[in-house]
């Protein structure tokens, strides 16, 4: 009689590991050779994490956490974030609005362990601002890189962001996956259906690093409230030549008719209390 095994890992789903972003110094083994040698991929990925590192004194970065993300739900956040930025592209400042050409911002999903040993060996950041940024990463993450530090459009993609993953309602927990012992249809020896649960995505806004300083994560809301560069530049120019304007004003009010007037009524109350001190 030949016993047939109940198979029960295929009725539950594998979870990803998940990683921590570490900036600790590596260790060092004595079979394996200083520093370490990665493979072809991991090498290229290294190198992108550092080439986007040095970017970010322009380019800004946006750490993102997501969770239960499949590959097709990640490819429509995508499009999401590529619809928020055309519809900003549209200059509403004419009558007739037109395209302005501004760069697309990039979704990426990172390797947490090299990430970390890409920031670490950053030369720009201290292991002081390493650890700063390490510690505002957890769980799976993604990046979102803009082309430059445009405030207006970086409030625009978080609330696509928003609209495209909605945050999870308080109370409502993830479905969990049903072992074969607990279903009542359970049968030993039999090969129970596998039923994958659905799992709902969550995307949440982590920190930032904009021209190199790190922002946590309502401080990235606060940043993308902030009106453009060449909008604050107008702003102060405008407050510097207030006081010049003021003051043009008053001297082309009174340069004309109202100043003989103002000059006439001076003459006449001097002439007023002179008669007043001649009759007394």
């Known amino acids: 009689m030949i016993c047939v095994k109940p198979i029960v890992s295929s009725s539950i789903p594998q979870m990803a590991r998940g990683y921590v972003v570490s900036v600790k110094p590596p260790r060092v083994y004595e079979a394996k050779p200083t520093p370490r ?5 991991k090498t290229f990925l290294y190198n992108q994490y550092t080439r986007m590192l040095e970017a970010s004194d322009n380019s800004p ?14 490819q429509k956040l995508r499009r999401d974030i ?18 302005v050409e501004i760069g697309a911002p990039t979704l990426a999903v990172m ?25 505002l990463l ?7 890189t803009l082309p430059s530090f445009n405030p207006p459009q970086l ?6 962001l928003d609209r495209s993953v909605p945050s999870k309602k308080p109370g409502v927990a993830q479905p969990t996956p049903i072992k074969p012992q607990d279903d009542p249809n359970f049968i030993p020896g ?22 190199r300083r790190v922002f946590g994560m309502d401080n990235v809301r606060d940043v993308s409230k902030l009106p ?5 530049r107008a702003q102060i120019v405008g407050l510097l030549n207030s006081p010049a304007v003021q003051l043009a004003a008053i001297l082309s009010e009174a340069s004309g008719g109202k100043l003989a007037r103002t000059l006439e009524g001076l003459k006449k109350g001097l002439e007023e209390s002179q008669s007043a001190e001649a009759s007394s």
Do not use: C, W
């Not at 040698?37 to 991929?41: H, T």
């Not at 409030?155 to 696509?160: F, K, M, P, T």
């Not at 453009?228 to 604050?232: A, G, R, V």
């Open 138 to 144: 957890k769980g799976g993450l993604a990046v979102l």
């Open 37 to 41: 040698r990665y493979g072809v991929q």
């Open 111 to 135: 390797r947490t362990s090299l990430f970390g040993v890409a920031l670490r060996d950053f030369a720009a950041f201290d292991a002081e601002q390493a650890a700063q940024i390490a510690g």
């Open 228 to 232: 453009t560069l060449d909008t604050l």
């Open 61 to 74: 970065i946006i750490f993102l956490q997501h969770t239960n993300f499949a590959a097709q739900r990640l």
């Open 190 to 211: 039999r090969k129970m259906q596998r039923v994958k649960p659905i799992l709902t995505p969550e995307l949440v806004v982590m920190g930032a690093l904009i021209e």
């Open 82 to 99: 590529a619809d928020a930025n055309t519809k900003f592209s549209v200059s509403l400042s004419s009558a007739t609005p037109s395209l």
């Open 155 to 160: 409030d625009a993609i978080l609330r696509a």
